[in-house]
């Protein structure tokens, strides 16, 4: 089945740098790579998702790149707030089935 | 958006009896849902797949005994924790998927319902 690596784990970066949180997946057939931000004890929140025919996928200061031969993709957070601080997980999708990365907690420093 | 709403959010039960947990789409029709647990500081993990009218899915290691799943209605899947423990503590959390799966692919989550066995 899809295993879905995360890095790193934790993550701190001062007020108004960049973050960026990678992961990599195993099944060549998933298609769809969902980016999630949960808040504690919240349910998950989707910010952005890009599928397998596209290379990078931007919304104001978050964007997503999608590497299929090399089966990673990344999030990057630009100008982060202090209200970027929560748990981020990805995700991939193959058929029904979607597989979550073991998150990341990043810390925004003021 | 699609709005899922899991109920109850929090439950408090004694070892050995069992809990119901809530999960309905509340503006669209869910074909599929999926039952989740999160530990702390951890990771989701999908426990099954419900699929309205038919029988769940469960994945590897889940017993279906012990986590029983109704998907009576398109609008409503309960997950049942039978003979509760302590180490049936947890977070659980449903998702839903409206019948266009297939073009927009978002998994619409429900709020989670904590559960605490004494």
């Known amino acids: 089945g899809e295993n879905v690596e995360q890095h790193p784990s934790t993550l701190s970066v001062q007020e108004g740098d960049s973050a960026v949180i990678k992961c990599t997946y195993s099944d060549s057939a998933s298609n769809y790579f969902p980016w999630y931000k949960q808040e504690l004890g919240k349910r998950p929140q989707l910010i952005i998702d890009?599928?397998?025919?596209?290379g990078e996928k931007k919304d104001q200061r978050i964007a997503v790149t999608l590497n299929k031969t090399a089966k990673h993709f990344s999030l990057h957070i630009t100008e982060t707030q202090p209200e970027d601080s929560a748990v981020y997980f990805c995700?991939?999708?193959?058929?029904?089935?979607?597989?979550f990365g073991q998150g990341t907690r990043l810390t925004i420093n003021p | 958006g699609a709005v899922v709403s899991q109920h109850p959010s929090r439950v408090i039960c004694k070892s050995g009896t069992s809990v119901k947990i809530e999960c309905r789409s509340l503006?669209?029709?869910?074909?599929?849902m999926f039952w989740y647990r999160q530990f702390p500081k951890q990771s989701l993990m999908l426990m099954a797949t419900?699929?309205?009218?038919?029988?769940?899915?469960?994945e590897q290691g889940v017993e279906k005994d012990k986590f029983l799943i109704n998907h009576a209605s398109l609008t409503l899947s309960t997950l049942t924790v039978t003979s509760a423990h302590p180490e049936d503590s947890s977070f659980y959390i449903c998702s839903a998927r409206s019948r266009d799966w297939g073009n927009t692919g978002e998994l619409f989550f429900g709020e989670g319902s904590r559960l605490t066995v004494l």
């Open positions: 890009i599928r397998s025919n596209v």
């Open positions: 419900s699929n309205e009218g038919s029988k769940a899915t469960y």
């Open positions: 995700a991939a999708r193959r058929a029904q089935k979607l597989v």
């Open positions: 503006d669209f029709q869910a074909t599929t």
